[in-house]
């Protein structure tokens, strides 16, 4: 259990790493999110790693909520993230209910780096901010060449640097977050069983 909390530990640590990266390539590329969109949120094609998902896990054992959420995520049959705490009726507004502990690939949303199929940076930009940002969306394209995107790929290596077994696999957001609590409550146990 003291491996999973300092992996976790770590992980918050380059979490906020990350945060700060995209955040700061966003603001300086006038690439704003719109205040309390939650389009992305409710995608349901979200993907995340069971790695990424370990912080939240371990807090919400900690709070003693890990079997109860476990036991909600496996009803929970709305699009997108369970943790996403809608404010509209058309569910487009809202806020993350466990921001903190939210998995690397929510920080990395808005406008993120990748390469194409010719190894060429591309960017990836969120609908909405296309919609909303239109002349800073062409202008943050057309500067790809002189200023470099924060990059998903490099990010996504980081984070599996620190436990490739756990990182090793994505799968949608829901099913991570289950694995998580599923690994956190089973070495809880077993941690248990032997003190």
């Known amino acids: 259990m003291q491996?999973?909390?300092?992996?976790?530990?770590?992980?918050?640590?380059l979490n906020d790493e990350i945060a700060q990266t995209y955040s700061s390539y966003q603001n300086d590329r006038k690439l704003f999110c719109r205040s309390g969109c939650g389009e992305c949120c409710?995608?349901?094609?979200?993907?995340?790693?069971?790695?990424?998902?370990?912080?939240?896990?371990?807090?919400?054992y900690e709070q003693g909520t890990a079997e109860s959420t476990l036991e909600a995520l496996q009803h929970h049959e709305l699009d997108g993230c369970y943790f996403y705490q809608a404010s509209s009726e058309d569910r487009k507004s809202g806020q993350c209910g466990v921001y903190p502990y939210r998995p690397a690939v929510c920080r990395m949303f808005g406008a993120a780096g990748y390469r194409g199929r010719e190894g060429e940076v591309l960017l990836s930009i969120c609908k909405v901010i296309r919609t909303d940002e239109p002349a800073a969306v062409i202008a943050a394209e057309q500067s790809l060449t002189s200023v470099m995107p924060p990059m998903m790929m490099n990010h996504k290596a980081q984070i599996a640097q620190l436990d490739y077994e756990l990182s090793k696999q994505n799968m949608p957001i829901k099913e991570a977050t289950a694995a998580a609590l599923e690994k956190v409550l089973t070495k809880a146990w077993y941690a248990d069983m032997a003190g």
Do not use: F
């Open 3 to 13: 491996q999973l909390r300092e992996t976790a530990s770590t992980l918050m640590i």
């Open 42 to 60: 409710l995608h349901p094609g979200i993907e995340a790693s069971v790695l990424e998902m370990l912080p939240l896990a371990l807090y919400l």
